[in-house]
């Protein structure tokens, strides 16, 4: 009893769960694209990341955030980033349970459960993941080198997380991370000026000087980066490490880390190079479609990492609305708050079906079981029409979810209002690696790469079949697809495309109420707001499926 007041209808944390145990929707689809699928390594996983003690390090990570160290005390340069020790515990964390380069080392279905395994983290704290993205997706762009991929692809597989500020070869892990906007061109890479004069042959191949600057590049402390810069023969890709191969720091000089919305955890800074030494990776000129083997990997993880965050903002408003009373009852049994948990679930399992799917077309690509080219033509349509269509719902997603929460939700509190958090993280990804209009515009070159309709058609056939919705979606697409949609009409073919594939995978491994409900919520009607859903849907059994914890129910 306070001096004043009794607290009591207030819900408490969402802490020391499982969050592999109680999220079905992951379960269902780990087990459809990978039924041989380790599940002990995931409930482990399940349980560190949905424990009170990694929750507080995601805590004091944020708000710790990065602090620059250009100059010593005697006006030396040193450009580091210094951490909060919880940034170090969160990063040892997602190096140990295989988040960056292992996938690799492993035989198929190890992209799936990598996947898998990246969603859960994101719940935790989804900064840290930035370097271990580019770590995990620099491997198919350093394979043109294999000098580079020799001396550097074990320890961008290895496990144990090394923050030491020293050259490669002495250290037990290392990580990656990619610079390509510049001041003047933004996602227009082409207009680069950051120069590359050529210096000579060794080892690791074309030796080059670098001359420039970077507008954007997340995580200055990793051990080397993939760059665009202008060589003789036009923008081409290097890479450029930390330090020289004599063992001295290389000249990338970090000038000011950015004061960002979200994603506090993770230092993302401006910096500049002055005859920094770099090695060509691939040809002169190829810059752009060498560098972007590694972007296509790290749009892969912005679709899993926001399907990671709408998970986490359901469970906690699922939580909270379980506990919370008002006029008598809980919120939960509420029925216009159940319409809205319901819909909010929805859109969590089909952004989580659609993200996976895509895991497993780069699975079977990447350990050669497409021998038809089928898989190949999916992920080149998958990669962004599901970066488009899921990172552009968890804005308002995310806003939805805090709502639930009402005004516990819009503060802050000392790091201590994860939802806060969630809100300020969910406009990243979808400008991360490409915003919307870059994601439709690539839908479109898509369609000249391959027979993408019949991909389409033959991926959808069954939920065709199931429900007269998705038949009349599928049409519209369909003739779209052939019309090859004007650049105007490319988000909404872009959109259209991911609500049919996530209908196709809803019907594939998800309960027929989940499937049918879907289809009469995304397709049968607009969904400009969450919470219209009708009264006939089976409202209950949605939110039931999508609680957070066994003992918790919609039915207590």
């Known amino acids: 009893m306070n001096a004043t007041h009794e607290v009591f209808n207030q819900a408490e944390p969402l802490t020391d769960v499982n969050l592999f145990s109680g999220n079905r929707a992951l379960q269902d689809a780990l087990a459809h694209h990978h039924p041989g699928y380790d599940r002990a390594r995931f409930v482990a996983l399940g349980a560190e990341a949905g424990s009170a003690e990694m929750q507080v390090h995601a805590r004091l990570a944020n708000t710790h955030g990065p602090v620059l160290h250009a100059h010593d005390l005697r006006g030396h340069r040193v450009d580091q980033v210094e951490f909060h020790p919880s940034y170090h515990a969160l990063m040892t964390s997602a190096l140990r349970h295989g988040l960056h380069g292992t996938p690799w080392t492993l035989g198929p279905g190890g992209h799936i459960e990598r996947a898998a395994a990246f969603m859960l983290f994101t719940e935790l704290e989804p ?5 271990v993205s580019m770590t995990y997706a620099v491997a ?3 394979r043109p080198n294999a000098a580079l991929s020799r001396d550097w692809g074990p320890g961008l597989a290895a496990t144990a997380y090394d923050p030491a500020f020293r050259p490669f070869d002495g250290k037990t892990a290392l990580t990656m991370g990619m610079g390509m906007t510049e001041k003047q061109g933004g996602s227009d890479v082409r207009a680069n000026t950051t120069r590359a ?17 970077k507008w954007f590049m997340s995580a200055p402390m990793c051990d080397a980066f993939l760059v665009l810069a202008q060589a ?6 290097f890479f450029l490490p930390r330090f020289t191969r004599d063992g001295r720091v290389n000249a990338i000089h970090v000038q000011r880390l950015k004061h960002k919305l979200g994603n506090q955890a993770n230092a993302s800074s401006e910096v500049e190079f002055q005859d920094a030494e770099a090695w060509l990776v691939g040809d002169e000129g190829r810059g752009v479609p060498q560098i972007l083997a590694m972007g296509t990997l790290t749009r892969l993880d912005c679709a899993l990492g926001t399907a990671g965050l709408m998970r986490q903002a359901l469970s906690i408003a699922l939580h909270h609305c379980a506990q ?7 919120l939960i049994e509420q029925p216009a708050m159940t319409a809205v948990l319901a819909d909010l679930a929805l859109e969590s399992e089909a952004a989580t079906a659609l993200a996976l799917r895509l895991a497993r077309a780069v699975d079977r690509t ?6 038809d080219g089928f898989e190949a033509v999916m992920r080149r349509v998958l990669t962004p029409v599901a970066k488009f269509w899921i990172c552009k719902r968890g804005s308002a997603f995310g806003q939805e979810a805090m ?5 516990n939700g ?5 790091g201590e209002g994860v939802m806060a958090r969630i809100y300020r993280e969910m406009p990243l990804n979808s400008i991360w690696e490409g915003a919307g209009n870059i994601m439709a515009l690539d839908l479109l070159r898509a369609l000249r790469s391959g027979p993408v309709k019949d991909a389409v058609m033959h991926e959808t056939a069954a939920a065709r079949r199931a429900h007269a919705a998705v038949e009349r979606r599928a049409q519209w697409v369909a003739e779209a697809l052939d019309g090859a949609a004007d650049e105007a009409g490319a988000r909404r073919l872009a959109r259209d495309t991911a609500l049919l594939l996530q209908a196709a995978q809803l019907h594939a491994h998800a309960p027929t109420e989940v499937f049918d409900s879907f289809c009469t919520a995304r397709l049968d009607q607009a969904s400009d707001a969450f919470g219209l859903l009708p009264g006939t849907l089976p409202l209950d059994a949605l939110v039931a499926r999508a609680m957070p914890t066994p003992e918790e129910s919609f039915d207590e």
């Open 232 to 237: 003789e023969g036009g923008l081409s890709c």
């Open 403 to 407: 709502e639930c929460l009402g005004g």
């Open 366 to 371: 990447e350990h050669g079981q497409d021998p």
């Open 140 to 142: 198919p762009a350093l």
């Open 324 to 330: 919370r009373q008002a006029f008598g009852r809980r």
């Open 410 to 414: 819009y503060v802050e509190g000392g």
């Open 127 to 131: 900064s840290v993941l930035c370097p």
């Open 197 to 213: 004069v050529f210096d000579g042959d060794d080892d690791w191949g074309r030796r080059y000087r670098l001359t420039g600057h």
